[in-house]
């Protein structure tokens, strides 16, 4: 069974950093196509950034790059959010997601994180 587990969410100043990591288990990790994914108040959950399987294509929604950082390390089983220079509008509950395959909807989530940035 594939369980995926977010850590490091809190209350962090705008300007401030914060980062997130998520485990996954089930598989080798290697396996898994990861994405971080959030849902702020009010809205519907949106993309955020993934990375493949081999960690060598990272994506990023246009409101984040330059400022957040996806990583992996297999060895760890784990993936990262660096988030940095946060605004308030990136207050939201933050999910991981993993997948087997390359390509489309990831088949297994985690349970979420939130993130508070403090104007």
């Known amino acids: 069974q594939v369980q995926v587990v977010e850590s490091g969410g809190g209350l962090v100043q705008a300007g401030g950093s914060v980062r997130l990591s998520c485990a996954a288990s089930?598989?080798?990790?290697?396996?898994?196509?990861m994405g971080w994914f959030r849902q702020a108040p009010g809205k519907e959950r949106e993309f955020v950034a993934a990375?493949?399987?081999?960690?060598?294509?990272?994506s990023y929604v246009d409101s984040v790059k330059g400022r957040f950082t996806i990583s992996r390390d297999d060895a760890k089983n784990t993936v990262y959010l660096q988030m940095n220079s946060l605004e308030p509008e990136d207050t939201a509950v933050y999910y991981c997601?993993?997948?087997?395959?390359?390509?489309?909807?990831?088949?297994?989530w985690g349970q979420g994180t939130q993130v508070t940035v403090s104007s």
């Open positions: 997601a993993a997948d087997m395959t390359d390509y489309g909807p990831y088949d297994y």
């Open positions: 089930g598989r080798p990790f290697s396996s898994y196509r």
């Open positions: 990375i493949s399987r081999s960690g060598r294509t990272k």
